[in-house]
């Protein structure tokens, strides 16, 4: 008897997890792409993902060089 088809435990939400998280998921799912072994529809909800993940950290990143800008600004 097979075991049915299991789906890999789902990624938590991007505002879910720290920005260093998200980058080692980027990472991750970017290998899984490349190494070409994966079925066309686990490709494409990994695609998903990672543009996902990709808008968070350069979300991220933008409030990050405001903030930084910020304190640059209030401390010449």
């Given at each position: 008897?097979?075991?049915?088809?299991?789906?890999?435990?789902?990624?938590?939400?991007?505002?879910?997890?720290?920005?260093?998280?998200?980058m080692?998921?980027?990472?991750?799912?970017?290998?899984?792409?490349?190494?070409?072994?994966?079925?066309?529809?686990?490709?494409?909800?990994?695609?998903?993902?990672?543009?996902?993940?990709?808008?968070?950290?350069?979300?991220?990143?933008?409030?990050?060089?405001?903030?930084?800008?910020?304190?640059?600004?209030?401390?010449?």
């Amino acid at each position: 008897m097979t075991e049915p088809n299991k789906s890999p435990k789902k990624p938590k939400e991007p505002k879910d997890l720290p920005f260093e998280a998200q980058m080692q998921r980027l990472e991750e799912i970017v290998g899984i792409l490349d190494d070409g072994e994966t079925a066309l529809d686990e490709m494409l909800a990994l695609y998903e993902e990672g543009m996902k993940r990709s808008q968070y950290c350069r979300e991220y990143l933008e409030k990050a060089e405001q903030k930084v800008t910020l304190i640059q600004s209030q401390n010449p």
